[in-house]
DNA sequence: TTGGCGCATTGACCCAGATCAAGAATTGCG
DNA sequence: CGCAATTCTTGATCTGGGTCAATGCGCCAA
């Protein structure tokens, strides 16, 4: 873990200015927000913060990604959460953390002291509205996330995952919705396994079968193509409205 | 669907009181919740929502059980929320239902008009503090919730619903932490299973095998009575940290 | 260049839980 | 009270995904 710094610029366009916190913040709270702030570094792999410690800072994710996950003695595990960049970490208003959250990727956040912070959030309204919101993002997004662990099919599984990746990636590129989106999978096998409460050995027989039907291709291990994104969405057996709303 | 009053007696032990929404209310507060409320009640089985329907109110649920669920269009269905009494329905600043709501039981709402009620939390701070309390715990109980459909198997599911329900009864009820609790079971088979993710043959089966193994015992279908709260503890596969936290 | 280490793939086999199919127990209603 | 409709239980069988084990593929370091 390194501190590190960011010039102006940089933090201009840190993701945290345009979509998490401050959304509608004026250029005075975003000075008071500069005032609490600091850059953190994490290698892949690292824990960040471990299931009941204590923690001192929210943050956003610059860039990277960051997993919350609860664990069983007998070492079971079950991703709970996926951070991608511009996502918020940490509650105000709540001493202890209660997953283990751990960088998946090389990662970068953005914190903020807590306690400043919370003062904050109690002064200005549409801070602490903007939390809910988010907060309401997250129930919806781990709702969406127990249909697909409870009730789907290994295939289902992971064309769900690859498709909520992809849309992710779109949404923050700005891509056009259309074919032919591709990214790379910042996961492990093992880790898209926590993820949607399979073996990896069964992640990696999914994706190997969705290859041969020409649903993705690979380049590599870790690029994934999407030819036909209609048909991914397909796929995943859900509605098939198909748009790319988030 | 049937409108119905309750007199201010009632009305004072109605949960939204003392639980939900207005834990640190003043009395004023409390006059201005009771000019925009309204109870409802539901029979058992009625929808109360569809997903996407628009919602023009939020309600504590006084007395009985909803479900939140999501249903793919091939009918598996997955249960992503359990409102007990005390709990809250709705969300603030949305228009959509996210999820289908059903009356498990017959239930009693206590509703109120959704934009009053937005325009109170926008002046009263500490309302939407107590909201974003709420959905943060919501979050939680998701989570939770989704190490159970990812990783345990179907008898922990079994007993970890059965503690969650007990816990619960308990803290309403103020009962004595320590042994034999009983309590009814509001929620039929197939209901257990579209929480847990199961069929409904595998939830009576593992019933039976609870039974025959006395880490509960049935009194009629539906009268669970709890011999040994620890032991079915062990039995969720949870850390064995016991106590009865809410 | 080679060996070692960390992923990923693939195969063979097995088992928990799904599916299909009777019945039994409750509940509700005329 | 009695008959029908639910709801629940139990049995027999099947299968998707888990488990165990071997092999492959990069990538880095010596």
Redesign the interface.
Known sequence: MSDMTFDHKECGSCPIRHRAVCARCEADELEELDAIKYYRSYEAGQPIVWSGDRMDFVASVVTGVAS?S?A???G???M??LLLPSDFLG????DAA??DVVAVSNLTLCCFRRKPFEQMM?RT?HV??R???M??D???A??????I???KTAREKIASLLAIIARREASLELTTAGDGMDFELPLTREAMADY??LTLETVSRQISALKRDGVITLEGKRKVVIPDYDRLQIET???TDGGLMI
């Open positions: 919350l609860q069983m003695e007998d079971r595990t079950q709970v959460g509650r105000p208003g709540r209660p997953y109690l309204p602490s509205q939390l809910l919101e907060t309401l997250e129930l919806d781990a709702r969406e996330w127990m249909l662990l409870g009730r949607l409460g057996g859900d509605d």
